[in-house]
């Protein structure tokens, strides 16, 4: 069965810092990889995405992932968060039959 | 403007009153699903569809039915609402299966009473 593990619930990072936020998977095939943004009362917005080829991937609002599959991983960075990225990030992995994780609140401090 | 519309976005309801809420896509995908998000659990697969008249259940089906009559809608019926169904409900479709990453609804903030 496929599943997906995000082992920060919530984190904390100063404006202008850098953001790396974990995704760990479970999937039996290449996996299609996801990052979703989630602002408050708001849907969610597709960030980025990885199927296949070069495994770091560029995405929207300066984000940034990397597939490594030894290690089940699709992790998601930023060089500098700005307040705006304040929100929740969820990773997905799966096509039509998508799975989520729990998600990770990003507080921006300034 | 490509789009998923839900429909309504607030509904307070009470326990077994049925109710459906409507989703409708302009993008023509095959694809369109249904979630549940609720927190510290991040969203549910409740439904999905590949396209006209098949659907199939996703990981938490019960208490929920679907239909997909045309290629645009797929709304989401709940027979006989309970309180464990108050939640968030977003519909999503995509245009292909999946590779490309689903486009999300606004979202249903349902409250069962």
């Known amino acids: 069965a496929q599943s997906v593990t995000q082992p920060d619930i919530h984190i904390t990072v100063s404006e202008g810092a850098s953001l790396e936020l974990r995704c760990n998977y479970s999937y039996g095939a290449t996996p299609y990889l996801f990052w979703y943004v989630q602002s408050p009362g708001q849907g969610l917005q597709l960030l980025l995405k990885?199927?296949?080829?070069?495994?770091l991937v560029q995405g929207i609002k300066g984000f940034e992932a990397e597939f490594k599959r030894s290690q089940s991983s699709f992790n998601l960075r930023k060089p500098s968060v700005h307040w705006s990225d304040a929100a929740e990030y969820f990773c997905?992995?799966?096509?039509?039959?998508?799975?989520f994780g729990a998600g990770t609140t990003v507080t921006v401090r300034a | 403007e490509a789009q998923v519309t839900q429909n309504p976005r607030y509904l307070i309801t009470v326990t077994g009153k049925k109710l459906t809420v409507t989703c409708s896509q302009n993008m023509n995908h095959e694809y369109m699903s249904w979630y549940r998000q609720d927190p510290g659990l991040g969203l549910r697969q409740i439904y999905y569809s590949m396209n006209v008249e098949v659907t199939d259940k996703g990981d938490v089906p019960e208490g929920y039915k679907v239909s997909r009559k045309e290629k645009r809608n797929f709304p989401l019926i709940l027979e006989s609402p309970s309180p464990n169904q108050t939640s968030l409900y977003f519909c999503?479709?995509?245009?292909?299966?999946?590779?490309?990453?689903?486009?999300f609804g606004s979202g249903t903030r349902l409250t069962v009473v």
């Open positions: 990885y199927f296949s080829g070069d495994t």
């Open positions: 999503a479709s995509s245009g292909t299966a999946g590779g490309y990453g689903y486009t």
């Open positions: 997905a992995v799966g096509g039509y039959k998508l799975s």
